[in-house]
């Protein structure tokens, strides 16, 4: 099992930058893709950026040249850090973990509002 934990999010203007961190506790080397998805209100959850246990990185067409994925691995924080954030950025930002036993973990969420 892993709990992901995300913290991080908050109301901004547009253009102000955030950063998300997700948490990670359990069977932490059973992961194999770490990742951040978004779902606003009324749309399907989606893709914002991943990153394999190798360090492959994957970007929403939306967000790349504005967010980056990071890690730490020695503490299993994953940090989502927004620059240039749109009002269009806003939604429920979810911390998410892929297992080598094709299982897949979710955070809580965290809520990301940017004001126009």
């Known amino acids: 099992q892993v709990q992901l934990v995300e913290s991080g999010g908050g109301l901004v203007q547009a253009g102000e930058s955030l950063r998300l961190s997700c948490a990670a506790s359990g069977t932490i080397n059973s992961i194999n893709v770490r990742g951040w998805y978004r779902q606003a209100p009324g749309k399907q959850r989606e893709l914002v950026a991943s990153i394999t246990r190798d360090g492959r990185s994957n970007y929403a067409d939306s967000v790349k040249g504005r967010f980056t994925i990071s890690r730490d691995n020695a503490k299993n924080i994953l940090y989502l850090q927004m620059d240039s954030l749109k009002p269009e950025d806003t939604a429920v930002y979810f911390c998410?973990?892929?297992?080598?036993?094709?299982?897949?973990?979710w955070g809580q969420g965290t809520q990301v509002t940017v004001s126009s």
């Open positions: 998410h973990a892929f297992s080598q036993y094709y299982m897949n973990y």
